[in-house]
């Protein structure tokens, strides 16, 4: 399986000394409540009820998400810990609304399932957004950028999946009334 994400290289984080300024603004991302964490965890446990419902096509889709997702983790974490921070599995910034499992959206309704991740993508692009607004260091800048590109072709491929999975329910509902 491959990732889904834009056909751009990630910029190079060689070089990038210790700002620590910059690691605590990008925490959140990494291990926030929108953050790239959450999202690995999401997106495979919805993949796991789409390979259920035999709807492979979703299915591969979500893992395909579910692996860029893992590779923004990976990134954020390498550059969390080259900003001079430790990449914990929580923000850094105090007060800041925390990282838990329990704050997986764990439904099961395929049509809620795809809207829940297009909602989470969405609050993410918001995210990254505020950061990219607060960053002082262009070179942390463009690798956030660079990442947010993807998040915004998963909202694009989501919302395609969507759309499939409403014009069936429409098509199914179609069927009953001409049976009645």
């Known amino acids: ?91 850094i910034i105090p007060g800041n609304r925390v990282f838990s499992a329990e704050k997986v959206i764990y439904g099961k309704d395929p049509q809620n399932m795809l809207m829940d991740d297009i909602n989470g993508e969405l609050a993410a692009i918001a995210e990254y957004d505020r950061i990219i607004g607060e960053l002082r260091n262009e070179r942390v800048s463009a690798i956030i950028k660079r990442i947010k590109l993807d998040e915004e072709l998963h909202v694009k491929i989501l919302r395609e999946q969507l759309n499939k999975i409403i014009d069936k329910i429409q098509i199914g509902r179609a069927s009953c009334r001409e049976r009645v």
Not at 46 to 53: N, V
Request: charged letters at 20%; hydrophobic letters at 40%; proline letters at 7%.
């Open 1 to 91: 399986m491959k990732p889904i994400v834009v056909d751009l290289p990630y910029p190079d984080s060689e070089g990038i000394e210790r700002d620590i300024r910059s690691a605590t603004i990008i925490s959140p991302a990494y291990a926030g409540l929108y953050g790239e964490m959450k999202a690995v965890l999401q997106y495979r446990f919805h993949g796991l009820y789409f390979e259920s419902y035999l709807n492979t096509e979703t299915a591969a889709i979500l893992s395909g998400i579910s692996i860029a997702e893992m590779k923004h983790f990976d990134i954020l974490g390498g550059l969390i810990l080259k900003l001079g921070l430790p990449p914990v599995y929580t923000t």
